[in-house]
Structure formats: C-alpha cells, structure tokens
C-alpha cells in the first residue's frame, strides 16, 4: 500500500486550507472563489473544484477558516496544474491576502488501512 501512496497513477486531492487577510472583503472573496472554481475549465487536468468553510463544533482549525479541494486523476496532473499560467496567475493574486495557507496533496483511500 505504501508503494500506491507513491505512484503518480491514480486520483490525488489538493486541499488547500486558508485564513484570509481581514481586509479582504466579502465581495472580493466571492469572487476570488468563483475565479478559482473558473481553473476546471482553463487547466485541463483539473477534474473537480469544491470549497467550504468551517463548520466543526471541536475548535480545532488552528485559525483555518476556508478549505479548497481540487481532485486530479494523478500527481503528474498536479504538476501540471501548478505550472499551468491561469493557476500561475491566480495563485499571484490569491496568496498575498492569505494570513494563514497550507496546502496538502493526497491519494484517497477507501475502508480499512
């Protein structure tokens, strides 16, 4: 199983988890989210874009207030994304008002480990 963990085949989630700058407005969120939801459609290897934010009752977000999840069919499709010039240039708009970012790429597994 770990050897799976590793290959480049196979569908890979990017999360991307963010707490934005205070003076980002409620308006220019919005459409930040709708400009990085618009990258399915510009970066081909792409597949899915959802986005949420945080609803836990267990206060354990660390600061965390908005979580992005983008669903690649293989980490090579990641790659691609991340070097594709409609995410180069959103990226350069997005991450200067992020406080807080982390970002985390991973292969669901499904049931017992």
């Known amino acids: 199983m ?5 290959s480049s085949d196979g569908v890979v989630k990017h999360l991307l988890l963010a707490r ?3 003076e980002v407005t409620p308006e ?10 618009d990258l399915v459609d510009a970066v081909p290897s792409m597949k899915a874009f959802h986005w949420g934010t945080d609803v836990s009752i267990e206060n354990m977000h660390q600061g965390f207030t908005h979580v992005f999840e ?4 293989s980490t090579e499709g990641v790659k691609e994304y991340i070097e594709h010039p409609a995410h180069v240039e959103y990226a350069n708009e997005l991450l200067p008002l992020m406080e807080k970012v982390l970002v985390i790429d ?4 499904a049931g017992k480990a």
Do not use: C, V
């Open 70 to 73: 983008s669903t690649f069919e």
């Open 20 to 22: 934005f700058k205070e």
């Open 106 to 109: 991973y292969k669901p597994a």
């Open 2 to 6: 770990a050897a799976a963990a590793g």
């Open 28 to 37: 220019r969120l919005d459409g930040l989210i709708r400009r990085y939801a």
